[in-house]
Nanobody
């Protein structure tokens, strides 16, 4: 059973920073992505990183968020800086194995709230 476990969420003031972690129970993923879902809204893709270290970001977070991975720890991080109230959401990490086009494995999510 492969698991993805997110951590690092919390309450932060606008302009603040948080670092989310996504720990995989096994090193099988070719790609890891972060998604988020705000109340009453659809889940949206935030950023992704593949096994070669190539990264991509949604325009709404580009320049503020950084995705990275530590292969030795089977962990992917999302460093979030200059947070805005509109970043408030449940953040999920998702894993994609080689040969698959979709993210089949999902974590349980971690709440990020940006508020003064």
């Amino acid at each position: 059973q492969v698991q993805l476990v997110e951590s690092g969420g919390g309450l932060v003031q606008p302009g603040g920073s948080l670092r989310l972690s996504c720990a995989a129970s096994r090193n099988i993923f070719n790609g890891i992505a972060w998604y988020r879902q705000a109340p009453g809204k659809r889940r949206e893709w935030v950023a992704s990183i593949n096994s070669d270290g190539m990264t991509n970001y949604d325009d709404s977070v580009k320049g503020r968020f950084t995705i990275s991975r530590d292969n030795a720890k089977n962990t992917v991080y999302l460093q979030m800086n200059s947070l805005k109230p509109e970043d408030t959401a449940v953040y999920y990490c998702a894993g994609k194995i080689l040969g698959r086009l979709v993210y089949d494995y999902w974590g349980q999510g971690t709440q990020v709230t940006v508020s003064s």
